[in-house]
Every structure is written in structure tokens, then in C-alpha cells.
């Protein structure tokens, strides 16, 4: 069998060893660490923000954002509908209320126009002071809307956080992800633009937050001559092992975004010709996305093959694809939550398929994945 091409696998560049090195050669293998605060401080730099806490997961940056904010049960939380369940699932850790807004047909993010109507809305129905944060996704790497949504944010006087699990290194009027709301988050699961296997982080200018974040993550231990907590923590703090690969693929992200984006080009370049495809794409010039993923709609009617076609024939040859996030307003888990829909997140649902997008991916296999493509749609008859 032909070796696995995956959606987007991890990409070492060597440099990470290094770092690797010195935490074992110190025996500085436990969470916390030089790499951590080399590794903090070159996120901060990069995101265009005074402040950053590597954390184990993106999820749990987004737990502690919510945290520090107060939500809690009878809270509300507007939040993306079009996204993956981890955006959401720390809302109902704290026993508040995700309310899911739909999105937006140029960057398929949330729609600013439902935000508000949404914000309106809940108002009406009585919960003035319910709504305490809104947490806005990059999807894929594209940048939402973010001077709209910030201006309805600022009108109604309600903290962002964003969700900028994908998108890091993205841009919108040249001004990083993740430096527009009160917070934000990062992931460095396995399938992102960089890795620490596992891991994350929760950046912001706000000095307090972070501190109060890597106080939180740390089991919020008081500091005492013995073990006393007043607060309830968590154990969510980046080992220094980890940290050092990040430290090694920071050096090489302007390297991955670079790649990311010439292969977006090269499928779109070679695809673009037929009418039934159509790619997420960069709105206008003050949009710069990393392209974490190439994502495109399939319509049928026109093409003559499905989305579910062509990921078969691409799976045939050991090639992966998969399906765009299925929204959480259609999740069994959420279905009972209240959201303000336009119907686009389902219209994306059933045509939207991602395509292999690794930046480690040779320009052989990348020449054979269009190949296998064309060559589905030329055999529709």
C-alpha cells in the first residue's frame, strides 16, 4: 500500500532537538521551565501581544479565558456555530449557556449582522446581564470579520475571545489573530501549523489575566511554606519538553504558512477551472489567511461528482480527506441550545471538503491529488 498522505501532519524541522536537548541535558523535564518562557515570549512577539501562557491544550486556554471572565451557570456565551466542539464544550464546563451564531458566506465565520441580532435578541428575552463573553473562530485560518464583530462587541460593551486554534500567523488589515479581543487562544495539537504534540495557549495584553491564567493553570497554589489553595485550579501548564519544540518550530512558521499558502495556489490555480468548485478564498487585501487547510465547497449539480466521490477516490490511493466541522447547532449534544441561523453553516456542512494541506507534502503527491481529481470529475459520464 501507498504511504498515508494525511490532512496535515506534524512538520519537524530539526530545530526543535536543540531545545529538546537542553531540557533533558538540565533535567528540566517537568511542567515550567526556560523553554516555556522563551517559548512564551517568542508567542507574545509573534501574535503582536504583550503577554502569552503556554498551556496543554488550546481547550484549556479557552476554559481558563472563561473562567477569568466569571461565567458561570445561568451565563451565556455567543459563540460560532460553524466550528469544532471545543470551542463550546468549556462553556458547559462552567455550567453556562453556549447560544450559536451562524455564519457568513466570504470567510464562513460568524456573521457580525447575527451576532448582534443575537445580542438584541437575548436582551429582550430578559437576559441583559447574562450574556458575558463572545468567542469568535478562525476557521481553517481565515479571518473573521474582526472590525465588525469588535465594533458590536465594544457597542455592547462585551469582552472576545478569540478562537484562534487555526490561524495562527493569519492577518486582517495587517494586524496579527489573536491581538483584537481581551483574549485569545492557540492550539499546537499534532494537525496544526506548528506542534508541541499537545499544547496551547492563552495570549492577551492584559498583564493580570495571564498571570492570573498561569496561576489557575498550576493547580492555584497560594504561595505559602506549604501547600494552600484558596482558589479551585487545574493542572493545565505546558511541560518544558514540549515548550522546546515550539521553540524549534516557531523558528520555521513563516516557512509553513509560506508553503501552506503556495499549496492553497497550486489547487486553486489547477481546480479553479471548474465550475462546481469553489474555494474558501481571501475576501479582499486586508484578509491574509495561513490556510492551515485548503477547504471547498462541491456542488454536485454542476460538477457532476459529489464531495463524497471524490474523497473515495482519494482514499483508494491512501489519501486522506475529511468532511468541513459539522455545525453545533446539529450536534446531538447541543441541539436544545438556543441559535440564530441563516442556513449557511448547513449549506457549508454538506459541500464543504477539506483537502490535504501539510506543509511536509511534496509537490509530486500535491501534482497526483489534482490528478485523481480531474480525473474523478473527466469519468462523471
Not at 31 to 50: I, W
Not at 176 to 202: D, E, H, P, Q, V
Not at 242 to 257: F, K, T
Not at 333 to 345: E, H, M, P
Request: glycine share 8%; hydrophobic share 40%.
Amino acid at each position: 500500500m501507498k504511504p498515508r498522505v494525511y490532512l496535515s501532519s506534524p512538520h519537524m524541522s530539526g530545530h526543535e532537538l536543540k531545545y529538546v536537548h537542553e531540557a533533558f541535558d538540565q533535567n528540566w523535564i517537568a511542567p515550567l521551565g526556560p523553554n516555556v518562557d522563551r517559548f512564551e515570549e517568542t508567542l507574545g512577539s509573534y501574535c503582536g501581544v504583550k503577554h502569552a501562557a503556554a498551556l496543554s491544550s488550546g481547550t484549556a486556554a479557552l476554559h481558563l479565558a472563561l473562567v477569568m471572565l466569571g461565567v458561570k451557570t445561568g451565563d451565556e456565551v455567543l459563540v460560532s456555530s460553524f466550528t469544532f466542539s471545543a470551542s463550546v464544550n468549556p462553556i458547559v464546563y462552567q455550567g453556562a449557556t453556549p447560544v450559536f451564531i451562524d455564519s457568513e458566506l466570504d470567510t464562513w465565520n460568524m456573521d457580525p449582522d447575527l451576532l448582534e441580532a443575537a445580542i438584541l435578541d437575548r436582551r429582550a428575552k430578559g437576559g441583559t446581564n447574562k450574556i458575558k463573553a463572545i468567542v469568535v473562530v478562525h476557521l481553517y485560518g481565515m479571518p473573521a470579520k474582526m472590525d465588525k464583530i469588535m465594533e458590536v462587541a465594544n457597542r455592547y460593551d462585551i469582552p472576545v475571545i478569540e478562537d484562534a486554534a487555526e490561524a495562527l500567523g493569519s492577518k486582517y488589515n495587517g494586524k496579527a489573530l489573536g491581538s483584537f479581543g481581551k483574549m485569545a487562544i492557540l492550539s499546537f495539537n499534532g494537525n496544526k501549523i506548528i506542534t508541541t504534540s499537545g499544547g496551547g495557549a492563552l495570549i492577551s495584553d492584559d498583564e493580570s489575566l495571564i498571570k492570573k491564567a498561569r496561576f489557575l493553570a498550576t493547580q492555584a497554589r497560594d504561595q505559602a511554606p506549604h501547600y494552600q489553595h484558596s482558589e479551585i485550579g487545574y493542572n493545565y501548564r505546558m511541560s518544558n519538553v514540549l515548550a522546546g519544540i515550539g521553540r524549534g518550530q516557531m523558528e520555521v512558521i513563516d516557512d509553513r504558512i509560506s508553503k501552506r499558502r503556495e499549496i492553497y495556489s497550486y489547487y486553486k490555480k489547477n481546480l479553479d477551472k471548474f465550475e462546481g468548485i469553489k474555494f474558501l478564498s481571501e475576501p479582499g487585501i486586508g484578509y491574509f489567511s495561513n490556510f492551515w487547510l485548503t477547504t471547498v465547497l462541491i456542488d454536485e449539480s454542476k460538477l457532476g461528482v459529489s464531495k463524497e466521490k471524490i474523497a473515495e477516490e482519494l482514499a483508494k490511493h491512501n489519501i486522506e480527506t475529511r468532511p468541513v466541522w459539522k455545525p453545533m447547532h446539529l450536534q446531538p449534544v447541543f441541539k436544545n441550545f438556543a441559535s440564530y441561523l441563516n442556513n449557511n453553516s448547513e449549506y457549508l456542512f454538506k459541500n464543504g471538503l477539506c483537502l490535504p494541506s501539510g506543509s511536509n507534502m511534496s509537490e509530486t503527491t500535491l501534482k497526483q491529488i489534482v490528478d485523481i481529481i480531474c480525473q474523478t470529475i473527466s469519468k462523471k459520464s
